[in-house]
């Protein structure tokens, strides 16, 4: 059986960062779940998809696995982050990054995947990233998530 795992990014702004935090998933539609963070493997049998948002992936409330990058800061600031993803016949691999610029979390996915390809013997034939990029405004909390969400939520209890 082969699962989606939906990649995607947002940014928001909120008088706090928590609120700038969840502002963000909601940019991305996956803040009504409970987030359980996982490493960095793309089972063989999924496919990767990138969408614009999220589509609705359960009830509110249930627990939703995802990889995640996130970055937040109070303005005047630039704040990016990103996910990176090598597949190929088989398994995959993930990494996320954060920094103050996109070029940076460009360049820190692309050795973070270079890295954990020559951790594996596997074999890759895609390589591709997300990143999502906001200036913050002086005073103003933003943060900017990338999330790989893997396949539906479950519930919690």
């Not at 702004?13 to 779940?33: G, I, M």
């Not at 610029?101 to 360049?107: A, C, G, R, Y």
């Not at 954990?116 to 596997?122: D, F, I, K, N, T």
């Amino acid at each position: 059986m082969s699962s989606i795992i939906h990649v995607v990014a947002g940014a928001g702004t909120a008088p706090t960062e928590k609120a700038a935090y969840d502002a963000a998933l909601a940019d991305a539609n996956l803040h009504n779940y409970n987030l359980v963070p996982v490493s960095s493997i793309v089972p063989a049998d999924a496919e990767v998809v990138t969408v614009e948002q999220a589509p609705d992936l359960g009830p509110a409330g249930n627990r939703l696995n995802v990889v995640q990058a996130e970055r937040s800061a109070v303005g005047p600031e630039t704040v990016a982050a990103g996910i990176g993803w090598a597949t190929g016949p088989g398994p995959g691999l993930f990494y996320e990054a954060d920094a103050e610029s996109e070029v940076d979390v460009q360049s820190r996915l692309e050795a973070g995947l270079a890295a954990g390809r020559e951790l594996r013997e596997w074999s890759f034939d895609h390589e591709e990233t997300l990143i999502e990029s906001a200036e913050a405004a002086p005073g103003e909390h933003t943060c900017v998530v990338a999330l790989a969400a893997y396949g539906e939520s479950e519930p919690i209890c």
